[in-house]
């Protein structure tokens, strides 16, 4: 049986309506950053957006998972290991920092507090999976914000809206790097060809290959229309609830351009030797 919800309504708080609470909507949960008015103010420089446990958490996730991904591509005792953990960590860079800085940067783009955290168990996870069979577990954490507890009841479209960008914003920054490394891949294959590959070209195939596989997988990924409107489900779902078209639109190109790789269509895994 579900509880009434009490509506406070937004610039008159004496106003307050009951009603029962629709299954789709969001009810912020509660964590430890705790929502403050006027967050806005704080956000007045870049160095302002982040408190030093976020950058830490940040750090060491996407140094384990590098590492764990690394694993996966090359055998740890051999030198050219060195070769896939740094073409991991700046794939990732992209494909996983830049994912979750979005999601942060957008929804403190609407005044909210928002910060990146690791999960230790699904890190550890990550690497000894990688050790033991081959697979990355890549769940490194979370970009996790709270809204104005009020906004759900008050405004339901505008926060939507408000969610459905806030989501979009990960899988949009994972599509726009695809394209960049598609296109750099390109270039050194157009310029270098693969007859006659040194350890720099090596490298450079790595980074680009590995670069448009992973940032195109994991938009198709993420946009999935999975989960619920609270933070636990991906980020397609936001979007779906939010505008479908957009949904469409940004869920066929990842998972075209993916499924065209998997094919050979384009052949950025044969390259590197995949």
Excluded: C
Excluded at 61 to 72: E, H, P
Excluded at 222 to 231: A, C, D, V
């Amino acid at each position: 049986m579900q509880k009434d919800v009490k509506i406070v309504k937004r610039g008159n708080p004496s106003v307050r309506i009951y009603r029962k609470k629709k299954p789709w909507e969001f009810i912020p949960f509660k964590s430890n950053l705790g929502f403050e008015t006027g967050n806005k103010k704080r956000f007045r420089n870049f160095a302002a957006r982040f408190s030093m446990k976020e950058i830490e958490d940040i750090l060491i996730a996407w140094v384990a998972l590098s590492f764990a991904f690394a694993i996966v591509l090359y055998p740890i005792e051999n030198r050219g290991f060195l070769l896939y953990f740094f073409a991991a960590f700046i794939v990732l860079g992209a494909a996983f920092i830049l994912h979750e800085l979005m999601h942060k940067f957008i929804a403190q783009s609407y005044g909210y507090e928002a910060q990146f955290r690791m999960f230790p168990f699904f890190l550890v996870l990550a690497v000894v999976m990688a050790l033991l069979v081959g697979l990355v577990f890549a769940l490194p954490g979370a970009t996790i914000f709270e809204p104005d507890p009020r906004e759900p009841y008050t405004d339901p479209k505008g926060f939507t809206e408000r969610y459905g960008k806030i989501s979009l914003a990960g899988p949009l920054i994972d599509i726009v790097a695809g394209f960049v490394f598609l296109g750099l891949f390109f270039l050194i294959y157009n310029l270098v060809g693969t007859s006659s590959i040194s350890l720099l070209t090596a490298f450079g195939y790595t980074v680009t290959g590995l670069g448009t596989f992973i940032s195109f997988y994991l938009a198709a990924f993420n946009m999935l229309p999975i989960g619920s409107i609270s933070f636990i489900g991906l980020d397609g779902y936001k979007v779906w609830m939010w505008n479908k078209i957009y949904w469409a639109v940004f869920f066929i190109i990842p998972v075209a351009i993916t499924v065209l790789i998997y094919l050979g269509y384009i052949p950025v895994l044969g390259v590197v030797g995949l």
